[in-house]
């Protein structure tokens, strides 16, 4: 397979969007073909399932949620992630597996192997050539999704002690593929930033 797969991680209020955008403008001033995607919500069906997992106003049970997740994930990989590569277009992902793996394993307290391995079938076991975390203390991130001044979803409405379990297991992850994953602070300012994906990104392309 040719293309560039990245992925942005971080808890709610890291700054992935932003970042995305700027990579985004970034790559295709170079000339390459960039497609920018989310999940869940990349695609009709994943729409969908965002309404439904973000949005749903009664519980979800945990295992049901990161089957959710994973279903949307393999419609995702298999209508626009596997064709773009193959079509040696970069794919700029905001959230891939590993937000399952914090969210729905860490968070939820399922087993994160578990929840790993159900998004590796799900994907024929595709990986992103780079992840880039942006970590950001749970405390202040809902300062910044406080002073955005939007409507909470689901995840977002969780209390902190469920989001310092998702960024441990976002370091963790970090920490078990350093090759992977970038991870920079996201109280940094932006530029500095954007400078330092481009600069792991454009390592990738040479």
Do not use: C
Not at 13 to 35: F, I, M, P, Y
Not at 127 to 144: G, K, Q, Y
Request: negative net charge; without cysteine.
């Amino acid at each position: 397979m040719s293309g560039l797969f990245i992925t942005f991680e971080g808890g709610d209020g890291s700054g992935k969007s932003t970042q995305a955008g700027l990579l985004a403008e970034w790559l295709t001033e170079q000339g390459r073909t960039v497609v920018r995607t989310r999940e869940p919500g990349g695609t009709d069906v994943g729409v969908e399932v965002r309404n439904l997992v973000l949005h749903h106003r009664g519980d979800i049970d945990p295992r049901a949620e990161a089957l959710l997740y994973a279903a949307d994930r393999a419609h995702h990989v298999a209508t626009l992630v596997r064709p773009a590569l193959e079509r040696d277009e970069v794919v700029i992902q905001d959230r891939y597996f590993d937000s399952s793996v914090a969210y729905q394993g860490a968070g939820r307290v399922l087993d994160a192997k578990e929840v790993r391995d159900l998004s590796l079938w799900a994907t024929d076991s595709l990986l992103p050539d780079v992840t880039v975390l942006l970590d950001l203390d749970e405390n202040l991130a809902r300062t910044r999704l406080d002073a955005a001044d939007k409507p909470f979803d689901r995840l977002e409405n969780e209390k902190a002690e469920f989001h310092g379990r998702v960024r441990a297991g976002f370091l963790a992850l970090a920490e078990a593929e350093p090759e992977r994953f970038l991870v920079l602070d996201a109280t940094r300012p932006i530029d500095e930033l954007a400078a330092a994906i481009r600069a792991r990104v454009e390592a990738e392309l040479s």
